[in-house]
């Protein structure tokens, strides 16, 4: 055997320490590296197939370790009704979000996942969670000050609650605010737009912060930000022009000239991006014909350029399969169109091999410039860097206490009290009805809405559409939240749908009725007619023809109720108030004032309809802004 000499020896050893040290040491793993030179690095060391499963995004349904780790997933997310079990814990969250996590991590790079939710008015998928009033009435909370100043501070204080809730069950990323400015309210998706008038959505773009947390100074405009493990990331969507499509049909065509677009529809992202907002998603509807999860020019040009956004953009559910009619007639089509389009991360919850498959075919024959795919991964790497999931990439329960916590409740409680909208109090207006006095002989609740938790949530509660009953969480309805503040003596009858002779017969003092919508989402609550459902408009009749009421209308925007004015002595739009009933009372008595103010027109007859502030012929039966007050009653 020939002996090696120690000169070469000593150089071998020098090298193999050298190589071991460059092991262990990762730029991208470091948090004292700057942003970028993690970006570089890690990207630099990146196949094209775990760049391309960056993109993916996968339902928890057909997610595993397994999966992970195979086909390098960047993202899972939890549709609606998507849960780990019924009623599930936080703890049961945190376990199945870390086991999905830790497939990730034992991947080469080890990039961990990132894992996505709706909660579009507080963590509204689990059970037990505070469930806050839909935007619709979160708009109607807005303070004027001299009519020059909007301020926003309570739903900032309800995406801080949101982001802890939310991290209670190990998952980083919400995909909220929908930043709609719904200008038609027979779309189905209205409740989930904060007002008609841009200037108050654009406002309401303070729940950003209130999620992710507030920027440094000095923070560079248009780069994502989360501040630590107690926010979360946030979505602004659905770019651009959702709310504005012909008679409200949900998915369906915006018709507007381009200025009309940027002043009603764009603002809000606007103001989002300035605020540090991490991702956007695209919108299923189409601008003047041309589907938006096709749009280059409104994605890469408007949004991506000229609006300087460096988050990523994420596809909505199945979003590319739908730009063909039918959906998915031509697959590979709208992969090139959604990614060349300027889509980063694309929701595919089910065929994800199909897209994968695809994706990478067209790269590798240069249909989809490679130079589109590092732009996707290095925005996609970069929030999760910005994140810190690599150096936090597993949930602990030290937040599990935070979720449905009473300081949340009490927080949802006071946005209900702030949402509520006195339509009409009294006939003359010199002597109002309310407040109510909590001294009565016998009252009467009526309606359908009085003792339903579920239609008083309204959709995005538990299961995607909602869930009619008192089963689906924990909360108060009204009814309970009335009996609770009256006083012990008075007797509260609560009966339905009553008739009209058992009204008159039985000698009630007031009566308060609570009726509305079902729930619903999205297309579902599409309705071109939005009339209260039987047997609504008969108990305002039957009980409201018999004695003194106050009519309650819980719905997801204004609904016909011309007909029934006269007969109603107050009247109160309560919108979709969430889990805290009690906040209805606590005004209805006279505990807290009446304040609200219409975030919406409420039109006359549906053949109005779109009408909105400033229209030539605007002719509503409550203008923008309407609302009358009340003062608190002294104990």
């Known amino acids: 055997m020939a002996r090696i000499p120690i000169a070469l020896l000593g150089l071998l050893l020098f090298y193999f320490w050298a190589a071991m040290a460059e092991a262990k040491y990762m730029k991208y793993k470091d948090p004292k590296q700057p942003l970028n030179t993690r970006i570089k690095d890690l990207m630099s060391r990146m196949t ?22 195979k086909y390098l997933i960047g993202s899972i997310l939890s549709g609606g009704g998507s849960v780990p079990a019924k009623q599930a814990s936080a703890e049961t969250w945190i376990e199945m979000v870390n086991d999905f996590q830790k ?17 579009v008015h507080g963590h509204n998928n689990v059970y037990k969670a505070t469930i806050f009033p839909h935007n619709v009435g979160l708009g109607a909370t807005r303070q004027h000050s001299f009519d020059k100043e909007l301020d926003p ?56 912060p209130g999620l992710q947390g507030d920027l440094p100074p000095g923070y560079q405009k248009g780069i994502p930000y989360v501040a630590g493990n107690k926010k979360v990331a946030a979505c602004a969507k659905h770019y651009v022009g959702d709310g504005g499509t012909t008679e409200g049909i949900n998915e369906n065509n915006t018709v507007i000239s381009r200025h009309g677009l940027l002043s009603i529809h764009m603002g809000g992202y606007y103001t989002s991006i300035i605020k540090g907002v991490s991702t956007v998603m695209i919108s299923y509807s189409s601008w003047n014909g041309k589907k938006m999860h096709a749009n280059q020019e409104l994605i890469t040009g408007f949004l991506k350029n000229t609006l300087r956004f460096r988050g990523f953009v994420i596809s909505d559910w199945q979003g590319i399969d739908r730009i063909t009619s039918p959906p998915h007639a031509n697959y590979s089509y709208s992969i090139e169109a959604g ?29 989809i410039p490679m130079s589109r795919i590092d732009d996707a991964v290095r925005r996609i790497l970069r929030v999760k860097f910005v994140m810190g999931l690599f150096e936090s990439p597993l949930a602990d329960h030290s937040l599990v206490h935070e979720l449905g916590s009473q300081v949340h409740r009490e927080l949802a409680r006071e946005a209900v009290r702030k949402s509520l909208v006195l339509l009409k109090n009294g006939e003359p207006a010199d002597k109002p009805l309310l407040p109510l006095p909590k001294k009565a002989p016998k009252i009467l ?25 008192n089963n689906l969480t924990s909360g108060t309805t009204i ?19 009553p008739d009209l002779s058992y009204v008159k ?36 009749t039957n009980v409201c023809g018999a004695v003194k009421c106050v009519v ?60 909105n502030v400033g229209d030539r012929h605007y002719d509503p039966l409550f203008p923008f802004g309407f609302g009358l007050t009340t003062e608190p009653t002294k104990a």
């Open 48 to 69: 094209l197939e775990e760049k391309i499963g960056q993109m993916v995004q996968i339902d928890r349904t057909v997610a595993s370790a397994e999966v992970m780790k």
């Open 552 to 611: 309650i209308v819980i719905s997801g925007r204004p609904l016909v109720i011309q007909p029934y004015v006269d007969q109603i002595d107050a009247l109160v739009a309560a919108w979709l108030p969430g889990t805290e009933g009690q906040g209805v009372a606590d005004v209805l008595f006279g505990d807290y004032g009446f304040t609200g103010k219409l975030s919406r027109t409420w039109f006359r007859t549906v053949e109005q309809l779109p009408m």
């Open 505 to 540: 017969s039985s000698k009630f003092s007031y009566a308060i009725v609570v009726v509305g919508e079902p729930p619903y989402a999205e297309t579902f609550g599409d309705n071109l007619n939005l009339t209260i459902p039987d047997p609504g408009p008969s108990i305002i």
């Open 339 to 367: 990614i060349k389009a300027g889509i980063d991360m694309i929701m595919v919850p089910y065929n994800y091999t199909e897209f994968i498959d695809g994706l990478t075919y067209q790269v590798k024959s240069k249909i």
């Open 103 to 119: 497939g990730c991590l034992s991947t080469r790079l080890g990039i961990p996942m990132i894992y996505g939710i709706d909660a």
């Open 445 to 469: 609740v009526a309606g359908t809405h009085a003792d339903n938790l579920g239609n008083q949530c309204g959709g995005w509660t538990i299961e995607w559409q909602g869930l009619s009953g």
């Open 479 to 497: 009814l309970s939240a009335i009996k609770k503040t009256v006083d012990p003596k008075t007797e509260v009858v609560y009966k339905e749908n």
């Open 153 to 208: 501070e309570l739903v900032k204080r309800i995406g801080a609650a949101t982001a802890l809730e939310v991290r209670a069950t190990g998952i980083p990323y919400v995909f909220a605010p929908c930043i709609a400015v719904c200008r038609d309210p027979r779309w189905g998706r209205c409740f989930e737009s904060y007002s008609e008038d841009p200037k108050v959505v654009r406002a309401m773009t303070e729940i950003v």
